[in-house]
């Protein structure tokens, strides 16, 4: 059908390159939109699969049928995705303030997040305490300022917010098109290129276009501003800034590096109810949040010798993974989500869990997407997905090969088996 199908879905799940891979979380005050955002990535990206379609600048089908836009929604510990050429795994991030531990033992297993903020209520009490959160997780982020269609919406005063509330240092990457029931898209101060959404009878369109003659001059001033902050991380940035030799892509490899090491956060905006700009934000995981490689090894203890040991996210290296969230299925039963740090596991084989000291069954590996489950044959370091089977396996505990065994460090979780309907 697609150039995409065949990129990804088509291709075996085991033999994806890490490199695209995007563990990610989406974290927001409550209310702020964090679950429509996420069943919009789930459509958008779904889309991709059900009718083999990328947008490419040209005008794109943007409707979302009523039918369509119920029953899309996050209901496990992890769900899959992909986009263009990304795959990216969306860890359910309890939200509530009441649920700090489920945030920090999710925050320990992905390796970046979106952090959502409503562009009216803007970076409220709440969002504080998640931030600071993944702050000691040095999780990276990128920040989406939702809601950007409502009354009193104002994107510039969520980044002033989010500079000083939360001693972020944060920088537009977009700048809106218009306010309130006018926006209508945002200007990409990168590219220097409009995404435009227009409403029509058939719904919404969604285009790629030349910058609006009126918001030339601002989004000059707020690239400017842009570079100039990059240019203060990075020396070399900086050179190539003064001699004007500076492409899209060195300023995307720049905020990268510098999401990674956790001194900048982009900022995106949209309506995720109206469907605006969920396509750009899609892309800005892609661009700015690490793959696994991207970021150090991962430390544990041998249990027989106490020797410190760093696992790295190589499927060549022994097997180790952590056990971080239960949930009791109907149909499966019990299912241990994993997060593999190294190696690899193969349905059908058995590891050992460092932390109880047993050897637990691998009978089924499962990926879980949005509308349907993928068995798997094996799954690799990098990864995280689901494993029916396992009698002892408690949220926090290690898993590897009995040869060199390890136990990571985790939080000491209290964890109650949670039951889906
Ligand atoms: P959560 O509590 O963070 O998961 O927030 P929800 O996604 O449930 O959204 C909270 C409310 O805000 C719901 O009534 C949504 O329909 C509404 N909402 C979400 N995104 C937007 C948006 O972009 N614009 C507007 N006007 N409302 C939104």
Redesign the pocket.
Same mark, same amino acid.
């Given at each position: 059908m697609s150039k995409v199908i065949a990129n990804n879905k088509a291709e075996k799940f085991e033999d994806f390159d890490i490199a695209k891979v995007r563990n990610i979380g989406i974290m !927001?005050?409550? #209310? !702020? =939109? %964090? +679950? +429509? @955002?996420t069943e919009r990535i789930l459509y958008y990206t779904g889309k991709i699969h059900r009718i083999g379609e990328v947008h490419e600048g040209t005008a794109t089908m943007d409707f979302l049928p009523q039918e369509q836009e119920r029953g899309i929604t996050i209901s496990s510990a992890v769900t899959t995705c992909f986009w263009r050429d990304c795959r990216i795994n969306i860890i359910d991030t309890p =939200?509530h303030v009441d649920f700090t531990v489920e945030v920090e033992r999710s925050l320990r297993v992905l390796d970046g997040a979106i952090a @959502?903020f409503c562009g009216v209520g803007g970076v409220e009490p709440q969002s504080e305490t998640v931030w600071h959160q993944a702050d000691r997780y040095k999780v990276p982020r990128i920040a989406f300022v939702?809601? *950007? #269609?409502?009354i009193g919406a104002d994107f510039y005063a969520v980044v002033d917010a989010m500079r000083k509330k939360l001693s972020a240092n944060a920088h537009p990457v977009q700048i809106p098109i218009g306010r309130e029931a006018d926006f209508v898209g945002v200007v990409d101060l990168i590219e220097m290129r409009a995404y435009l959404y227009d409403v029509d009878e058939e719904g919404i369109q969604y285009r790629v276009s030349d910058i609006p003659s009126e918001y030339i001059e601002e989004a000059r001033k707020w690239r400017e501003a842009l570079l100039e902050a990059l240019s203060e991380l990075d020396e070399q940035f900086m050179e190539r800034y003064f001699e004007d030799t500076i492409t899209p892509e060195d300023i995307r490899q720049v905020i990268r590096a510098k999401v990674i090491s956790g001194e900048f956060v982009p900022v995106l905006g =949209?309506?995720? *109810? %109206?469907n605006k700009c969920i396509q750009p934000l899609l892309d800005a995981v892609t661009w700015y949040l690490p793959s696994p490689l991207d970021l150090p090894p991962v430390v544990g203890k041998n249990p027989v010798t106490g020797e410190k040991v760093e696992r790295r996210p190589l499927p060549e290296e022994p097997f180790a993974a952590l056990v971080f969230k239960i949930l009791m299925d109907p149909h499966a039963g019990k299912i241990s989500f994993i997060r593999i740090y190294s190696g690899t596991i193969k349905s059908g084989s058995y590891v050992f869990n460092a932390s109880k000291g047993v050897k637990e069954r691998v009978s089924r590996l499962l990926v879980i997407h949005a509308n349907h489950r993928e068995d798997v044959a094996e799954a690799k370091a990098g990864d995280l997905c689901g494993v029916v089977g396992m009698r002892s396996a408690t949220t926090g505990d290690t898993l590897c090969d009995e040869e060199h065994p390890v136990v990571l460090e985790s939080l000491a979780f209290p964890e109650p088996v949670i039951s889906v309907a």
């Open positions: !927001a005050h409550i #209310d !702020a =939109g %964090k +679950t +429509t @955002v =939200g @959502v939702n809601k *950007l #269609d409502r =949209g309506s995720a *109810l %109206k």
